[in-house]
Nanobody
Framework: QVQLVESGGGLVQAGGSLRLSCVVSGSTGRVNVIGWHRQAPGNERELVARIFNRGDTIYADSVKGRFTISIDYAKNTANLQMNSLKPEDTGVYYC??????????WGQGTQVTVSS
């Protein structure tokens, strides 16, 4: 059973930083993509960042230059470093991974709140 557990969310002032972590456990096998989405109240879940198994990355335009996604293979952890946070970054952040057979696994989410 594959499990993803996020941590690192919290309350921060605008301009501050947070580092989210997603620990992956279980028999994941080969992974095509691992990444982060977020969902603000009343909004649909949207892509924040993703990293492919070859190392290339994709970021939402709204976070480019401020957020960085990385993987610590030794710790089976995907990280999202978030700098220069803005109130519009507020939401629940979800970690996910996609296997080659397109099966997806999602974490339970961690709340990020940015005050102005």
């Amino acid at each position: 059973q594959v499990q993803l557990v996020e941590s690192g969310g919290g309350l921060v002032q605008a301009g501050g930083s947070l580092r989210l972590s997603c620990v992956v456990s279980g028999s994941t096998g080969r992974v095509n993509v691992i990444g982060w989405h977020r969902q603000a109240p009343g909004n649909e879940r949207e892509l924040v960042a993703r990293i492919f198994n070859r190392g290339d990355t994709i970021y939402a335009d709204s976070v480019k230059g401020r957020f960085t996604i990385s993987i610590d293979y030794a710790k089976n952890t995907a990280n999202l470093q978030m700098n220069s946070l803005k109130p519009e970054d507020t939401g629940v952040y979800y970690c996910y991974l996609v296997q080659p057979n397109t099966r997806e696994y999602w974490g339970q989410g961690t709340q990020v709140t940015v005050s102005s």
